[in-house]
């Protein structure tokens, strides 16, 4: 591949590593969507165990499984539509050199985004994979919920480790969709190495902004707090 192809690939990679560690640190000090849910989930799981009837609640952790099964099962098929047309390449390589901006440099530098774009959905279905298993394990433990007249202590503990379990399943999902986004980024390279830098970079910014400062989170933590200390805004 050319040089600029490379230095693309590793701004790339810089983007996508570099921003996973970034936000893992920064929301230890900061309000972030990921440790706000944590918050949100102790009062449901506090709201929880004072019910007696409790399926409302078991259903709702089938939702949030079923949202990941889907995404599990539709990144078999994309990656077996991109093994399709690395298969393909011959055929693929003259169809896409007729159309405009596309910039193949050779029938490796092909294969080699191809071959990308599989590692990066492959990466997703191995966490949406592993997020799943995590809330049939969630349904358990919902199952075995303390009752309101347990002591203090067991409902604790109970509180804690759930809390912890779904905070793993939400973020393994949360990894697998950020996996979608940089592999969408990708895409650009098909382009040019310029545009596929470019992509990356806006990635970067579009999650930075969801993840620590949209009415999302404003939504999460009012309703968390009660408090008017972040205001909703329009935009987010």
């Known amino acids: 591949m050319p040089f600029l192809d490379w230095i693309a690939f590793i701004w790339f990679l810089a983007c996508w590593i570099g921003y996973t560690y970034f936000a893992r640190f920064k929301q230890k000090s900061t309000s972030t969507i990921a440790n706000q849910l944590e918050a949100n989930r102790v009062e449901w799981l506090e709201r929880m165990i ?3 009837m409790r399926m409302a609640d078991i259903s709702s952790i089938g939702i949030l499984q079923r949202n990941v099964t889907f995404f599990a099962s539709t990144t078999i098929f994309i990656i077996a539509g991109l093994l399709t047309v690395l298969g393909s390449t011959d055929k693929a390589i003259p169809l896409l050199e007729a159309l405009p901006w596309i910039e193949i440099d050779s029938r490796a530098a092909w294969e080699l985004k191809i071959l990308i774009l599989v590692v990066s959905f492959a990466y997703a279905f191995f966490k949406f994979t592993w997020s799943m298993r995590q809330y049939n394990f969630a349904i358990v433990l919902f199952g075995a919920a303390p009752s309101e007249s347990d002591s203090s202590k067991d409902k604790s503990i109970y509180i804690k480790q759930t809390n912890w379990l779904l905070s793993r399943a939400s973020n393994s999902f949360n990894y697998g ?9 990708t895409l650009g390279w098909f382009f040019n190495p ?6 990356a970079s806006i990635v970067v910014a579009v999650l930075y902004r969801r993840e620590f400062y949209s009415a999302t989170l404003a939504a999460l933590y009012n309703a968390s707090h009660h408090s008017n ?3 909703l805004s329009d935009n987010g």
């Open 50 to 52: 004072s019910r007696e």
């Open 177 to 185: 969709l950020r996996a979608y986004t940089f592999a969408l980024a």
């Open 194 to 199: 310029i545009v596929f830098m470019v992509s």
């Open 229 to 231: 200390e972040k205001q």
